[in-house]
């Protein structure tokens, strides 16, 4: 199988299987020099790690990662780093009735028609158990990005129930097990996730990802969109159906005037926007303002609620899904999106300095 990389300067592989030994991933491009020890990734894994609230799947992994190479004495060294993460709570009894049955919404139909073959337990290569070294390479891309560049991320939407942004808090992202900036939208979303995952169903949601600090100039205009390269990445993460890039479809309902960006000079000659509707992001380059994406996941499709498939040998098949699932996979999303938007920026970053080694790292510019 191919494809398991992707980005550019920065470049990112990962490998492993939901109920394998292990998954793991390699980081090359990293510069050398940069301080970085297991301390430093662990945080974001622990954000991630399955079990930690009735409201996620109950799979107990503690996900604690290692660092093989590319660091020493606690500094990057300039070569690939290469991290693992052990597998220790897989109950591979679980998937025993679906070895020849394919789940609607899930990958086993595709992956038997383009490979021929496939891993039934827990998905295998298609499992979101992937994403735990997505988020560990992406706290290495933060190293990259350095303090000054914030990225975080919120659950804006649980099913149609959207946050009230008038009460957008994000001490409150960390403090509920919804990732979920506005509280009286926590306490609503956690009653109606219970009831769902009760009734064997699950809900999809909305995560909205935020980078402060990156500097202007990141991207290329044609074929390296920094907006397209942020899309594809989110797009990437299992079950995305969706990515807009700062008022996304929503600036179709707009006039022109109301979506333009207005710009004035500051006094120390900074260009000043009135606006942020393109999320940052114009000519695919970065303006220096907050960088803004926000990405739909659909509702997990391991449920309890018999739905109608198909076997191997051609037959119609009644198809029920055991096992310990995620209500809604849009919860631990949420540390996964944040990764990948790190990834992408860490990547532009270095190409930009490739480019431009003295490129501004504000919006500034030359005052007559």
């Not at 609607?104 to 891993?119: C, M, Q």
């Not at 807009?244 to 006094?267: C, K, Q, T, V």
């Given at each position: ?68 190479s590319g660091v020493h004495e ?106 979920c900036p506005d509280p009286a939208a926590a306490a609503r ?180």
């Amino acid at each position: 199988m191919s494809h398991n990389s992707f980005g550019h300067l920065f470049r990112v592989t990962t490998w492993g299987e939901s109920h394998g030994p292990a998954i793991g991933c390699v980081v090359d491009g990293c510069p050398p020099r940069l301080p970085l020890c297991e301390a430093d990734i662990q945080p974001f894994l622990d954000r991630r790690r399955p079990g930690q609230s009735k409201l996620v799947t109950q799979r107990q992994e503690p996900d604690t990662v290692r660092i093989l190479s590319g660091v020493h004495e606690g500094m990057t060294t300039g070569t690939p780093i290469a991290l693992v993460i052990e597998n220790q709570d897989q109950r591979s009894r679980d998937y025993g009735e679906i070895k020849d049955r394919f789940r609607p919404g899930h990958a086993d139909l595709t992956y038997e028609l383009k490979y021929g073959i496939r891993d039934h337990r827990g998905g295998g290569r298609s499992s979101a158990r992937e994403t735990a070294m997505r988020v560990a390479a992406g706290a290495v891309a933060r190293k990259v990005l350095g303090p000054d560049v914030r990225v975080r991320a919120a659950m804006v939407q649980l099913g149609d129930d959207r946050v009230d942004r008038s009460n957008w808090d994000w001490a409150a992202v960390d403090a509920n097990a919804l990732f979920c900036p506005d509280p009286a939208a926590a306490a609503r979303w956690e009653e109606r996730l219970l009831a769902a995952r009760k009734a064997g169903s699950s809900l999809g949601a909305v995560i909205e990802v935020v980078a402060e600090g990156a500097p202007p100039g990141l991207g290329a205009p044609i074929y390296s969109k920094l907006d397209a390269d942020i899309a594809a990445a989110l797009m990437g993460i299992n079950a995305v159906k969706g990515v807009e890039i700062g008022d996304g479809f929503a600036a179709a309902a707009l006039s022109g005037e109301d979506n333009a960006d207005e710009m004035r000079m500051g006094a120390d000659g900074r260009v000043l926007f009135g606006a942020n509707h393109a999320g940052g992001v114009l000519g695919g380059i970065s303006t220096g303002q907050p960088i803004v994406a926000r990405f739909a996941v659909k509702p997990t499709s391991s449920i309890l609620i018999p739905r109608q498939g198909v076997d191997r040998h051609g037959r119609d098949v009644e198809v029920e899904t055991r096992g310990r699932h995620d209500p809604c996979v849009g919860i631990r999303a949420v540390p996964v999106g944040e990764a990948m938007l790190a990834l992408v920026l860490a990547d532009h970053l270095l190409r930009h300095r490739a480019q431009n080694p003295d490129a501004p790292s504000e919006a500034r510019l030359p005052r007559n």
